[in-house]
């Protein structure tokens, strides 16, 4: 009797500590945007900062950066700008999905920690069996959240480690779900630079072009997932 109330106390208290937590980025994510926190995302001094930062410790330790930002709920598509105009496009990209996927295994594993085995114990029928059916689609179902964010990164994180989602299915899912976007801000932004360098009538249509064929892209991908989950 003592240890199943120890451990029901346990896991209480681990189910409190992930509420704080999911709080907490709440918090943080709304504070990047909305309070005095905003003006530290200054993009100049943050692709500066970054770009010493690859320069000094080498792209691991960008890399490292970029996801303890993420874990910390800073905006994904502001650090992926970042990341491209302070590296390039093609290094930029790949230092966003690397940097991505390890904050995304940073809030996974706080999530699992603290809430799977709680959210299980206290969680009953229905949301086990949620969480269950949300598992057996792990990869589509994260798909879809990252081409049409419901949540800032590292919420969505949080929560599918205290869900029965794997590891696998949530690293699957993001390297997928976010490719097409990244890969569409670095021709959209190689585009811009290359205007900018060299302007002309030409060149912007082509800037102009390729915000064009972004936006169709993502609305067919959108279409494409929603009917996928309706099926």
Known sequence: MSMAHDRQKRLRLRLLWLLAALVVLIGLAAAWSWSPLRTWLDMDLMVASLR????????????TIFALAVAAAVPLIFLTLVCIVAFGPWIGAACTLLGALVGACLSYGLGKYLGREALEHFGGARVNALSQQLARR????VIAVRLVPVAPFAIVNMIAGASHIRLRDLLLGTAVGMTPGTV???????QIMVALKQPSAGRIWMVA????????????????????RAQ
């Not at 792990?138 to 179902?141: K, P």
């Not at 569409?184 to 190689?190: G, P, Q, W």
């Open 138 to 141: 792990g990869v589509l179902a």
């Open 52 to 63: 010493r930062v690859g320069q000094s410790f080498g792209f691991v330790a960008a890399v």
């Open 184 to 190: 569409a801000m670095m021709i959209f932004m190689e």
């Open 209 to 228: 072009l390729t915000l064009l064929l972004i936006v169709l892209g993502v609305w067919g991908l959108r279409r494409w997932m929603r009917h996928s």
